[in-house]
């Protein structure tokens, strides 16, 4: 989908954001199959088979973590991660790209938290094992948050350079 018009690095940048926000979405409807296709097994496991499984519950759960984290950088492109939509009905064309500036440089700022508190705590958490599954670390569910928050950054600056406000327009 082709942006309204600009300079080539800003239609690069577009470009690189539309592959990487869709790559990552991908990935988290994946890992909602995932979710689904374990929690089926649990169920066949423990109520058909009278064998219930210690690691898929844990598997859900990390599958949800890393579904919900790489689901962030759609939402922030789409701009409907932050409601800022009476403001932004009632206000201006001036005061509509305050909004959108404000909200971008919020949304990075707690993306910067997300992705260093992320990395430290999915640095502390290497040594610790997970119930149930003993060979993997629980560094695996804390890398979603510094991953996901590192996909979100072009989501954002995407968002600020060619807003997708489909929601606002056909809303009543």
Do not use: K
């Not at 759609?74 to 991660?81: I, P």
């Amino acid at each position: 989908m082709p942006s309204r018009g600009g300079s080539p690095r800003r239609e690069a940048f577009l470009a690189f954001e539309r592959r990487t926000t869709a790559a990552a979405l991908a990935v988290a409807c994946a890992m909602l199959v995932v979710a689904s296709c374990l929690g089926m097994y649990q169920i066949l496991a423990r109520f058909i088979f009278q064998q219930p499984a210690e690691w898929s519950e844990v598997m859900i759960r990390f599958a949800l973590i890393w579904m919900v984290f790489l689901g962030i950088p759609a939402v922030f492109r789409r701009g409907a991660m932050v409601c800022v939509d009476l403001a932004y009905r009632l206000s201006g064309p001036t005061m509509r790209r305050g909004f959108d500036w404000l909200v971008a440089i919020a949304a990075l700022v707690l993306i910067g938290f997300m992705i260093h508190y992320g990395a430290y705590y999915a640095w502390l958490a290497r040594v610790q094992t997970i119930s149930g599954i003993e060979t993997f670390s629980m560094s695996w569910a804390y890398a979603a948050i510094p991953v996901g928050g590192l996909l979100s950054i072009p989501g954002v600056i995407g968002c600020l350079l060619d807003p997708q406000r489909l929601d606002l327009e056909t809303q009543q």
